[in-house]
């Protein structure tokens, strides 16, 4: 369904009837080795008193995807909203491609393209106008804005929709229209602010191979995400948000090998022995263990040495292992580690599952 629009990525503004585009909707030539460079931004919503962004600071290399994560509230969607101009930070810089989004912002706004959380597309027009609306919002040429816009039809299999109003487009077509929206204009930069929500497993896997073809042909992508195999996948980097701060940065790889090299994952016959189980086994983990009703998960290096060491004392306390599993860890567990509460994905705005909790 998507998949054509990879082949998309690798053209430029000349094909089709490009070259009859007004002059001014040529993007401006980009050269500089940091797509975005934030320092110290600091963003307080009056209502609530509600410090979203408390001295955040940021430096996204051109030509990559780099991750955002972090659980609700944490200030993801407020820092893509300064960093593309709809907002404006109290303190702090930003700049991108070497553009000051404060100063100058319509110079930003001609190098990025923007995917929110929710379709922002009019749900009045035809999913053709929407599209051939933002070509000629983006100053395309009325000919290259209604090529592009059936391209993009095309290509995320909305063809057969395009002369219907938005509002009988599914979540999911609505989902694809506004991604198709994001790529009117070709930007070098793109903001994805949870791009696969709404989309059906197919689609999901068709837009990583997407995005994938954009960055290797140069694209940078800042993608915000609740699925943490899509930040595994995709992203070079990655930053964790928490309460307005970043409190981990780093390559996937290093923050899962920041935690250990096993996950030790128990269940218990009886729930009422997990504190004795943690209280046996705490030394074992730098971190603290992990606990969801009679299951318990710690992070060790030298896993198997150490399972045969957690054995041995719940065996010898008359603790019993109803099962155990062994794993690498992913990047659900770092961000549980970091945050304290699983991912949006797995549970909605709660800070621990219900039944569980953090160890000691």
């Known amino acids: ?3 054509g629009v990879a082949r998309d990525a690798r053209r430029g503004h000349g094909d089709g009837p490009a ?4 002059p001014t909707a040529r993007v401006p030539a ?3 080795d940091l797509a975005v460079d934030a320092a110290d931004l600091v963003k307080v919503f009056p209502k609530g008193n509600v ?3 408390d001295g955040v600071s940021l430096r996204v290399p051109a030509g990559e995807c780099y991750g955002l994560l972090g659980p609700n509230g944490a200030g993801k969607t407020t820092l893509v909203r300064i960093l593309s101009t709809i907002l404006t930070p109290d303190s702090g810089s930003a700049s991108v491609f070497g553009l000051d989004v404060k100063r ?4 930003v706004r001609l190098l990025i393209g923007l995917a929110g959380q929710y379709a922002t597309v009019d749900e009045n027009l035809t999913g053709s106008e929407n599209l051939k609306m933002i070509g000629r919002l983006c100053r395309l040429s009325r000919e290259h804005a209604k090529w592009r816009a059936g391209e993009l039809l095309e290509l995320f299999g909305l063809s057969d929709a395009a002369t219907r109003p938005v509002k009988t487009y599914s979540g999911g ?4 229209l506004d991604l198709a929206a994001s790529l009117v204009a070709k930007p070098p930069l793109l903001f994805l602010d949870e791009p696969t929500s709404g989309l059906d497993p197919q689609s999901r896997q068709d837009l990583f191979g997407v995005i994938e073809q954009l960055v290797d042909d140069g694209t940078t992508i800042l993608l915000t995400t609740q699925y943490l195999e899509e930040a595994d996948r995709l992203c070079k980097e990655l930053v964790v948000v928490d309460h307005g701060h970043i409190i981990a940065e780093g390559t996937p790889e290093d923050l899962k090998a920041g935690l250990g090299e096993t996950v030790i994952a128990l269940t218990l016959a009886s729930e009422s022995e997990v504190p004795t189980a943690e209280r046996l086994l705490a030394d074992l983990a730098e971190h603290d263990a992990v606990v969801e009703g009679s299951s318990l998960e710690l992070t060790v290096d030298h896993g198997p040495a150490k399972t045969a060491e957690a054995l041995r004392r719940l065996d010898a306390a008359g603790v019993i292992v109803a ?3 062994l794993r690498e860890p992913s990047l659900d567990d770092v961000f549980l580690s970091l945050t304290g509460r699983k991912t949006e994905a797995e ?3 709660a800070p621990v599952p219900a039944g569980g909790r953090r160890g000691r």
């Not at 100058?104 to 110079?107: E, I, L």
């Not at 077509?173 to 694809?176: L, V």
């Open 30 to 32: 980009v050269s500089a």
């Open 173 to 176: 077509m609505r989902r694809r």
């Open 104 to 107: 100058q912002g319509h110079q």
């Open 323 to 325: 099962g155990i599993v």
């Open 1 to 3: 369904m998507l998949r």
């Open 347 to 349: 549970v909605d705005e």
């Open 51 to 53: 410090r979203a962004l």
């Open 19 to 22: 070259a009859t585009a007004h």
